[in-house]
């Protein structure tokens, strides 16, 4: 059984290009959420969504930054003329509401460098 | 609104020594609470949880207490080997079962010498 895949790993872009991350929960979760985790901190919350829904954003910058994940496929994170500043690692988790204990299962990440 | 405040790392110990990592948080209502661990160059695996008051949670010789009182979920390990170095992270999600948004500590790098 897959865990949550993230693709691409490793991201690398110049200032202004745009940077498109993907995440592929486990198989049966309908539930997506992203993180991100600048250096030396915490992961942040950043957008929470269902399939063809977006529930919760609030962790999301009002700019440049927007989620979807569609009926078929994977979820996307799409960052809009990068920044140095949003240089981090990016992580989706995902889980499934029969789980019943708020569980999520984190991907490994895909570390976005901006040059 | 929620946070979680963790002990500053790094944290350096001997093999077979005892593990203490301290996290707070600040949360309305009555929240659950997680340890997750993150190896190197891999995402975040939950390592135990606690979803009510005085709930121990546990998961490979690690232990952590609910404790609504001080507000407290103290993650700790009786006698830690080289296989935990990690980075350690606490956090909390509303009570409930339908959603769950995670708010994180910062996280505590644990590093064990042979």
């Known amino acids: 059984n897959a865990g949550v895949m993230q693709n691409p790993r490793h991201l690398v872009r110049r200032r202004g290009q745009e940077a498109r991350l993907r995440c592929s929960p486990m198989?049966?979760?309908?539930?997506v959420y992203w993180y991100r985790q600048l250096p030396e901190e915490g992961l942040k919350f950043m957008v929470y969504l269902q399939k063809e829904n977006i529930i919760d954003e609030s962790g999301m910058p009002k700019e440049r930054f927007s989620a979807e994940f569609p009926k078929e496929g994977p979820s996307i994170l799409r960052i809009q003329q990068v920044v140095r500043g949003d240089s981090a690692a990016y992580f989706c988790?995902?889980?499934?509401?029969?789980?019943?204990?708020?569980?999520?299962?984190f991907g490994p990440g895909t570390r976005l460098t901006v040059l | 609104g929620n946070s979680v405040t963790q002990m500053e790392g790094p944290v350096t110990l001997s093999e077979e020594a005892f593990l203490t990592i301290n996290c707070t948080y600040t949360?309305?209502?009555?929240?659950?609470l997680f340890w997750y661990v993150q190896y190197p160059g891999e995402g975040l695996q939950l390592l135990l949880k606690?979803?009510?008051?005085?709930d121990k949670g546990s998961n490979k010789g690690f232990e952590a207490t609910y404790r609504k009182e001080t507000t407290s979920f103290h993650l700790e390990k009786g006698s830690v080997q080289v296989s935990d170095s990690a980075v350690y992270f606490c956090a909390l999600a509303r009570g409930g079962t339908s959603y769950g948004k995670l708010t994180f500590g910062q996280g505590t790098i644990l590093t064990v010498h042979p």
């Open positions: 606690a979803t009510k008051a005085d």
């Open positions: 198989k049966g979760h309908s539930h």
């Open positions: 949360a309305t209502g009555y929240p659950s």
């Open positions: 988790a995902s889980s499934s509401p029969g789980q019943g204990t708020n569980e999520q299962f």
